[in-house]
């Protein structure tokens, strides 16, 4: 059976994740225990009593950890990826989970790089706005036609009939005036700390590029599908200059799962926490199954449910 793993970013995040399975699974407990950060990351997972999970410097640790402990809870039971893509910073789980950076190592260059996107955020009345039911074109006439208050664009293709924009706020709200115009159906302000993957991000990529000068990158021994191709990469491009961009360019994350699709994979598995990306294969994908996987019963029936869904899609 051909994998494919999709790894979550940033906002499914929530206490409690990977509680059960740190109690239940030694690999699981290694990862995290083996750890090195500035802060109780189990704390912040499993409880956090001083509500830290979703600042960007702690949320992006914890979710690297946590996809990595249970990549190793689902290595041993044999199920592997062939091919493995993430969400913006799911795409650091999915390089850990191709070889190229081990556990230890993926988990302290996101805590450095959440802290990088939290400085590069800080002081920026900034916004982002999920965008649905408005095709790309007239989206991104709406983003051209609102840059005049400042910096506007299309920062995630997420999948078909959602799109997100982030920005400048005044640009921001702007653009989503002119896409309700357009006909959009709604325009959903989301929670976040920043306009990621705008160019309002470059100083954490100028941060992130002398940084990779210290981490050493190993060739990825499955195939990755890279956030700002939509694509597996060519020998013209490394992999930390395609990081260094993927923090300051759009998310093509539609693509991607078009591309693991046009790979091959039998099924795709989510590893959360949280289902966003298995709404996006659906959207984007349906004739592919998709399930995702963030507990101890999501794993024990995984094996089970993989067989299921490709049994009605045969």
Do not use: W
């Not at 190793?72 to 989970?97: N, Q």
């Not at 995630?156 to 997100?164: A, E, I, M, S, T």
């Not at 896409?179 to 990529?205: D, I, N, Q, Y």
């Not at 949280?274 to 019963?297: D, H, N, Q, R, Y």
């Amino acid at each position: 059976m051909k994998l494919g793993f999709l790894y979550a970013g940033q906002g499914s995040q929530h206490p409690g994740m990977g509680a059960d399975l740190y109690h239940a699974y030694g690999a699981f407990r290694a990862v995290l225990d083996s750890a090195e950060v500035d802060f109780d990351l189990k704390e912040v997972c499993f409880t956090d009593s001083r509500g830290l999970i979703n600042r960007t410097r702690y949320t992006q640790p914890c979710m690297v950890v946590f996809a990595a402990g249970l990549t190793a809870v689902l290595r041993e039971k044999g199920v592997v990826p062939a091919v493995a893509a993430g969400l913006s910073l799911g795409e650091y789980s999915a390089l850990h989970a191709a070889g190229v950076l081990d556990a230890a190592t993926a988990v302290k260059l996101v805590a450095f790089r959440g802290r990088a996107m939290e400085e590069a955020a800080a002081g920026r009345e900034s916004a982002m706005v999920a965008v649905l039911n408005l095709d790309r074109a007239p989206l991104q006439e709406a983003c051209e036609a609102a840059s005049d208050l400042g910096c506007v664009v299309i920062c995630n293709y997420n999948c078909p009939g959602q799109l997100v924009i982030g920005g400048e706020k005044a640009a921001v709200e702007k653009a989503s005036a002119l896409a309700k115009e357009k006909g959009a159906r709604r325009c959903l302000p989301l929670k976040v700390s920043g306009p990621f993957h705008t160019p309002l991000m470059a100083p954490a990529g100028d941060a992130l590029a002398e940084h990779f000068k210290t981490i050493s990158f190993h060739e990825p021994q499955i195939p990755v599908i890279f956030n700002c191709l939509g694509d597996v990469k060519d020998d013209s491009i490394t992999i930390p200059q395609l990081l260094v961009r993927q923090v300051q360019s759009s998310v093509f994350m539609e693509d991607s799962i078009r591309k693991m699709a046009a790979m091959g994979v039998d099924a795709i598995v989510e590893i959360g926490p949280g289902k966003a990306l298995s709404g996006f294969v659906k959207k984007t994908v349906p004739e592919i199954p998709v399930t995702a996987v963030e507990t101890v019963a999501d794993v024990e029936a995984l094996a089970d449910t993989l067989n299921a869904l490709i049994k009605e899609r045969a």
